[in-house]
């Protein structure tokens, strides 16, 4: 969208822009929450970036899903959604192996179902997601937080603490 490409070329720029941002704007920050990993490879080596990445995602998302219930008698189970990729078995596999063995600080016991996957060209929601995912890609690989801004304060907090957002750069 940024770069132009595609359809996006006969918009300026501006625009587009303004566009990125407008969506993100969409994230209320109260009915629906971001939780996000931004791991840099050579700061967990020789760790797995997926193994790690994903545990720090799953972890956060039952976490929340814990506090609902506890916090305000919002019992819910929780559904993970994925843009299709070529990570698709290693993430089932650990979803298995977390709910099942359990993980680094304890077991899944939220989620609903394994993680599903997606093409993001279906659905908006992944959509959604991958400007969450490409604000964060500006933000710590290029130094633009301008996307970032708009969502900085809607990552998952609770008791004045943000549990939501994960950085191991």
Known sequence: MLAGRK??????????????????????????RIIA?????GAIAPKDPVHCTFQQLITRFDHFLSRQHFHFNNTQRGLVIFDKSGKEAPIQSLAKEFKVDGHE??????????????????????QLADLVAYALFRKYEKGDSQFFDVI???FDYFGGVQHGLHIDV
């Open 7 to 32: 359809s996006w070329r006969r918009i300026e720029k501006r625009d587009r822009l303004d566009g990125i941002k407008d969506a993100l704007r969409l994230i209320d920050g109260k009915q629906c």
């Open 37 to 41: 990993s931004v791991v840099r490879k």
């Open 105 to 126: 600080w304890g077991n899944l016991r939220n989620m609903a179902e394994v993680p599903v996957f997606v093409d993001s060209e279906a659905t908006r929601l992944i």
């Open 152 to 154: 900085a304060q809607k």
